[in-house]
């Protein structure tokens, strides 16, 4: 097996169990905070030394969230919640719930009711942050989450702490972005599954380790030759 298909498999596995990546952070001692999409400030919860775990469902039968949402609802908050009723993710610290569509409304005190155990923390942010107003409102509610995830942490998340977890989310951005230019010049290694395992695996490992792996990997692909390609 090639380098290149060595961490495509890793990244691959961490999808299809990213429970495993929770059980890792755990048995460290380090905390882990569920992430609902989208738009959740991941950084802050990163800046508390805690791991930022992407709850994006599975594929799953449900039975106990039909108690709380009808049938029409997305996968993502059916299945979501029914791993938190079910104890699949016992373990997490609290979830980050943010209330970007209307289901997503109702998420957090479904959530509350359903998986009383695990803690939500609300994430509200302006619609329009181009004005006074809707900064001021986005700041009062990231500094609500900042005071949430330091009692949950046991620490004080200080300005420089953000900035390095800034730092290491836009250095994963970036990494991220090179990838992408290059898996589009590589399309007989990079399969479009491949890509979004290389994407999606981001959600559940630590940025920093997951950058890493993939810079390692996007060299791999700039090594190789560019070839025809008829799809």
Known sequence: MSKTDEMLSLFTDVCKNPGSELKKALSSG????????????????YAAGMLPFGLWGRETQV?????????????????????GIKGDLRGLSAVMIPISCDSLKC??????????????????????????????????????IRHQLEELSGREISDADIAQA????NENRVALSAFTAA???????????????????????????HTVIVKKLTAEL?????QSWDG
């Open 166 to 169: 800034i730092a290491v989310y």
């Open 107 to 144: 998420m957090g005190a479904n959530w509350t009711y359903g998986v009383p155990d695990i803690p939500v923390i609300d994430v509200a942010f302006a619609e329009n942050r181009k004005i006074a107003a809707g900064v001021e409102f986005t700041v009062s509610q990231f500094q609500k």
């Open 183 to 209: 898996a589009a010049k590589h399309p007989e290694t990079i399969t479009p599954a491949g890509r979004s395992a290389v994407i999606k695996a981001g959600y559940f490992m630590d940025r920093r380790e």
């Open 30 to 45: 380090k905390k882990a905070v569920g992430v609902m999409p989208y738009f959740c400030p991941e950084e802050l919860v």
């Open 222 to 226: 700039d090594a190789l030759p560019e």
């Open 63 to 83: 039975s106990e969230s039909k108690r709380y949402f009808p049938a029409f609802i997305c996968s993502i908050l059916h299945t979501t919640l029914e791993m």
